[in-house]
Each structure stands twice: as structure tokens, then as C-alpha cells.
């Protein structure tokens, strides 16, 4: 069994930064594509970001595109989300997900098999 757990959420400005990060036990994270979802209150959940197996590759929802960057680190089986000039409608509950195989880093849920907790962000307007 996989685990993921998420840090690095708080309230921050708008306009400010935050990183996440996720952390994932075992040790075949490097062969797997890793995701960012996110779901704000009273919404559906929502691709956010995705990164290949090795980091070559990356996936990003337009509403996020040119200010988040997702990236990843092998060695501490670490999936990161840098999130820059955040606004208030990107408040919400951040969570990672690890794909169901190497090649897989798509927009779909279903192509994730393992979810982390969430770490919950807030932008103040």
C-alpha cells in the first residue's frame, strides 16, 4: 500500500506563494507519474497539475498554467507544487496522487490509484 502525505498548504495573500509538497512511501515512486488535484467547497474535484515518471514531462489545467510548476525529486520520492501569484479562487483542499502506471500523468481521476489526505490552502483577497 502507497502512502502520500501532503504538506505545506496555509493562508497566504493574493498575489503571494506557497509550495507543497508530497511525500510518498515505498519504493517504486520514480516509476510512476505523480498528480495535483484540488477541490474547493461545494465543488467537484479538479485536475491540477501532472508530472511523468521521470520529470521530462508535465500537465497543467489552463486556470494554472504560467503560474503553478509541479516538479519532482526520485531520490526523496518528493512530488512538488510551487504555486505563484495565487488568487482567491484557488482556495481549496490540494491533494497528490500517484497514477496507476509509469506512463500515465493525465487530467482523469481515474488514472490515479493512490490519493493522499489533502493540505488545505487559502488565499485572502
Known amino acids: 500500500q502507497v502512502q502520500l502525505v501532503e504538506s505545506g498548504g496555509g493562508l497566504v495573500q493574493a498575489g503571494g506563494s506557497l509550495r507543497l509538497s508530497c511525500v510518498a512511501s515505498?519504493?517504486?515512486?520514480?516509476?510512476?507519474?505523480m498528480g495535483w488535484f484540488r477541490q474547493a467547497p461545494g465543488k467537484e474535484r479538479e485536475f491540477v497539475a501532472a508530472?511523468?515518471?521521470?520529470?521530462?514531462?508535465?500537465n497543467y489545467a489552463d486556470s494554472v498554467k504560467g503560474r503553478f510548476t509541479i516538479s519532482r525529486d526520485n531520490d526523496r520520492n518528493t512530488v512538488y507544487l510551487q504555486m505563484n501569484s495565487l488568487k482567491p479562487e484557488d482556495t481549496a483542499v490540494y491533494y497528490c496522487?500517484?497514477?496507476?502506471?509509469?506512463?500515465?500523468?493525465?487530467?482523469?481521476?481515474?488514472?490515479?490509484?493512490?490519493w493522499g489526505q489533502g493540505t488545505q490552502v487559502t488565499v485572502s483577497s
Open positions: 508530472i511523468n515518471w521521470s520529470g521530462s514531462s508535465t
Open positions: 515505498g519504493r517504486t515512486f520514480a516509476n510512476y507519474g
Open positions: 496522487a500517484r497514477s496507476i502506471s509509469g506512463t500515465s500523468y493525465g487530467q482523469l481521476g481515474r488514472q490515479y490509484a493512490f
